[in-house]
């Protein structure tokens, strides 16, 4: 299984960049997912790293190092809607395509 | 594109009774996965189903079990209901082809309460 860790809230201001860290454990692995969920809505998919280095998708860009356990979900430019929980998740090397192992998420405030 | 969807979205019922919730997966989906997500374990795998049958279960009671159609549609059923077992229920789907599958997209949820 895995260990999936990332801090619990971070505060910042409209149009600042943050940085939301994630640290995994796990026996194989075989892709990290971000996603973003706002307060009583699904969550919804932000983006998919299964090589090392940084994917780049608008205001947001992911990034993955195998070898250290580590990802970062980067948001720039940030607006008051980016106000959500970030939520990573992981996919075991041994699981099935549809297991996904999620943290407790990142509960970011956006603040004027 | 529709979306996933769930239905019914909220629902209220008494310990003891079952339920079971409903989830139609984007078109041309055929991997259906369920979560539990409570605000004190956060988002848990349940099972996950691809051409009706069940590839994967989480770490739950077999209470929990599930389905899939030959449509790829997917209904879960708790048995026995607990106070416990009030959460928000997912259902995500994603697309396979051949042996690569890809991100998983969230329904809506069914929010049920047990009383």
């Known amino acids: 299984g895995q260990n999936i860790d990332q801090p619990t809230e971070m505060t910042a201001t409209e149009g600042a960049i943050v940085q939301i860290n994630c640290t995994y454990q796990?026996?194989?692995?075989?892709?990290l997912f971000w996603y973003q969920q706002h307060a009583g809505e699904a969550p919804t998919f932000l983006s998919y790293?299964?090589?090392?280095g940084l994917e780049e998708k608008g205001r947001f860009s992911s990034f993955l190092s195998r070898s250290k356990g580590y990802s970062y979900l980067l948001l720039k430019e940030l607006q008051m809607k980016d106000s959500a929980s970030y939520l990573c998740?992981?996919?075991?090397?041994?699981?099935?395509?549809?297991?996904?192992?999620f943290g407790a998420g990142t509960q970011v405030v956006v603040t004027p | 594109k529709a979306g996933v969807t769930q239905t019914p979205r909220y629902l209220i019922k008494t310990r003891g009774q079952q339920v079971t919730l409903s989830c139609s997966p984007i078109?041309?989906?055929?991997?259906v996965s369920w979560y539990q997500q409570t605000p004190g374990q956060g988002l848990q795998f349940l099972f996950e189903y691809f051409s009706e049958t069940q590839r994967n279960k989480g770490n739950f009671p077999g209470r929990f079990s599930g389905r899939q159609f030959s449509n790829s549609r997917s209904e879960m059923n708790v048995s026995t209901l607990e106070l416990g077992d009030s959460a928000l229920y997912l259902c995500?789907?994603?697309?396979?082809?051949?042996?690569?599958?890809?991100?998983?997209?969230f329904g809506p949820g069914t929010r049920l309460t047990v009383t």
């Open positions: 995500a789907s994603s697309l396979v082809l051949g042996e690569s599958s890809y991100e998983q997209y």
């Open positions: 078109s041309g989906h055929r991997s």
């Open positions: 796990t026996s194989g692995f075989n892709g």
């Open positions: 790293n299964v090589l090392d």
């Open positions: 998740a992981v996919r075991d090397k041994g699981d099935s395509w549809g297991k996904l192992q």
